[in-house]
């Protein structure tokens, strides 16, 4: 009897998939059209100049952000340009060159040279060897948060103490109080994995969200914290499966704030989605997966897979399955139905 039972939950479930799954579908950026990392409007033209060796769009761009004090824009893409530069840098060698003193191509400047300390086999010796080109950048840009942003990086590298870190972390802040790429790099220092706990990870995500400014991406630094919990893979209480569930909750309520396809809160929304995976909240997922659109994010699917954008199509699929599997056939007059936001 029990065999039997199981035999026709196992046929229900295959035909609701199979019912249940183009519809679900339909909600979603076809995978053709899905591209990691995708630059906006304003950093795509400025990358493809500095594929061609031109150095001045970044240069605008860059300036853009600092007179108007556009500090979130002007972190994310200092960091692609970056990231961009780790391979091609001639445009930026040319922008130094015609500008030593320019406090945008110096904080580029500086985020290259952490960024390939850290990936170095002596990161720590590396690391403090690229020290001054962060003061430099700091100099040039008295008023600017994202060279301490990177000096708060190059801190958790170079194995800062809790003092010298504070030191950094006031300094950053006076420069711009809620700024989300400081307190990431504060979250990861505070992180289990490298010189707090869980807790104390926990701790700070939960004040800085609740002193957070309205729509602010801080207020995602607690679904950050729950993130670097779940990849810890250690046995868990149901006291911090609650603040998992807590700070899913209170990234879904920020994600509501933005609209679908908007590529400012991508990365959020493709975290959120993988934390509610991983709590088996499909219906929710599939909800951020279908706000996300076609703007999948490296993070955090690179955290756990060498190739992110397949692992983000695989997560989708897989939460299309699930919902579709736990949809009931038929409703209330013949006609499926399922949750207001797939309609």
């Known amino acids: 009897m029990v065999r039997t039972m199981s035999l026709i939950r196992a046929l229900i479930r ?12 339909d909600c979603l950026a076809p995978d053709e ?12 033209p400025a990358l493809v100049a500095a594929a061609v060796g031109e150095y001045e769009p970044a240069a605008k761009l860059l300036a853009t952000t600092r007179e108007s004090a556009e500090w979130e824009n002007r972190d994310r893409y200092v960091v692609r340009l970056a990231a961009f530069a780790r391979n091609r840098d001639e445009w930026l060698g040319d922008w130094l060159g015609a500008a030593p003193r320019d406090a945008d191509a110096l904080v580029v400047k500086a985020e290259l040279a952490v960024r390939r300390a850290w990936e170095s086999p002596a990161r720590t010796e590396q690391l403090r060897e690229v020290g001054p080109l962060i003061d430099a950048a700091a100099e040039a840009g008295p008023g600017d948060p994202v060279p301490w942003r990177i000096a708060l990086d190059h801190a958790r590298g170079t194995h800062a103490t809790h003092t010298a870190f504070e030191t950094l972390w006031e300094q950053a802040v006076r420069r711009s109080s809620h700024h989300y790429g400081c307190h990431v790099a504060a979250l990861k220092y505070l992180s289990a994995q490298w010189y707090g706990s869980h807790r104390e990870c926990f701790d700070f995500a939960e004040q800085a969200a609740a002193d957070a400014l309205p729509g602010s991406l801080v207020q995602a630094l607690p679904v950050r914290a729950a993130f670097a919990q779940l990849l810890g893979g250690e046995a868990r ?107």
């Open 237 to 343: 209480t149901s006291v911090q499966d609650d603040r998992i569930d807590a700070a899913a909750d209170l990234a879904i309520t920020l994600s509501r704030g933005y609209g679908p396809g908007d590529p400012w809160p991508a990365e959020v929304r493709n975290l959120l989605a993988y934390v509610l995976v991983a709590r088996g909240r499909w219906e929710e997922a599939l909800n951020q997966f279908r706000l996300i659109g076609p703007h999948a994010t490296s993070f955090p699917w690179s955290s756990v897979t060498e190739d992110p954008l397949g692992r983000f199509l695989q997560a989708r699929d897989d939460v299309r399955i699930e919902v579709a599997s736990a949809t009931p056939l038929r409703g209330r007059g013949g006609q499926v139905r399922l949750l207001d936001h797939y309609s």
């Open 33 to 44: 059209a899905v591209l990691l990392d995708a630059p906006d409007d304003r950093l795509g």
């Open 14 to 25: 295959t035909a609701r998939m199979i019912r249940h799954t183009p519809r679900l579908t």
